[in-house]
């Protein structure tokens, strides 16, 4: 399984970016699939939780620091998830990857099994 991130750039305290990642390949059939999610990293801290949504039936959960401001969401059609990101401070910058989790409900970086490359967000206050 491949993941492909994008969407990531420069935007003043206050604005908007959207995130995807568009998941491929033909190891595993999609529909096995439980979680796609949302990771980031700042510099010099560790990997943190951002989002966590479930591949087939879209429940989602959220860490604290992000709830209420960003939403996850899939397009099975498309085999891509999305990270809306709103009311962005510059705490938020950071490089955010996605990841897949054969599971579900995890929120630590060790349970996911797959990942893409990180895409750089950064907040300019």
């Known amino acids: 399984v491949q993941l492909q991130a994008s969407g990531g750039g420069l935007v003043q305290a206050g604005g908007s970016l959207r995130l995807s990642c568009a998941a491929s390949?033909?190891?595993?059939?999609?529909?096995?699939?439980?979680?796609l999610g949302w990771f980031r990293q700042a510099p010099g801290k560790e990997r943190e939780f951002v989002a966590g949504i479930g591949w087939i039936g879209g429940n989602s959960y959220y860490a604290d620091s992000v709830r209420g401001r960003f939403t996850i969401s899939r397009d099975n059609a498309k085999n891509t998830v999305y990270l809306q990101m709103r009311s962005l401070k510059p705490e938020d910058t950071a490089d955010y990857y996605c990841a897949l989790d054969l599971g579900y409900g995890s929120r630590s970086p060790r349970d996911f099994e797959y990942w893409g490359q990180g895409t750089q967000v950064t907040v300019s206050s």
């Open positions: 390949g033909r190891s595993f059939s999609f529909s096995s699939i439980y979680t």
